[in-house]
């Protein structure tokens, strides 16, 4: 099923049907995804996805429609998301009192 457009964020990570991950690098004035893409079979670095050229790149809605999952959708800006996205994942100790 595919991912609703509203979903696609920068630095949103999403999965293909094909375990393609990709994840989002720019998303331009009018409405083009440039994205870098990675095996979901390994931890490889990420490579260019959309070409280098935006009149090649995808639109959102077929962005959206190309991805079948969200791996991680977090808006870098909101701190408060980050951190609680961290926390829940044990990558960091937090001292007792922060949130």
Request: hydrophobic share 30%.
């Amino acid at each position: 099923m595919p991912v609703e457009p509203s979903r696609i964020i920068v630095n949103g990570i999403y999965r293909t049907d094909t375990n393609q991950q990709r994840k989002v690098t720019e998303i331009t004035a009018d409405g083009k995804v440039r994205y870098s893409t990675r095996s979901g079979n390994t931890e490889a670095a990420w490579s260019f996805g959309s070409s280098p050229t935006l009149a090649n790149s995808p639109t959102m809605e077929v962005f959206a429609q190309q991805c079948s999952e969200v791996i991680q959708a977090i808006d870098d800006s909101d701190d408060k998301s980050l951190l609680k996205c961290v926390k829940q994942r044990h990558t960091i100790a937090i001292p007792n009192g922060e949130n």
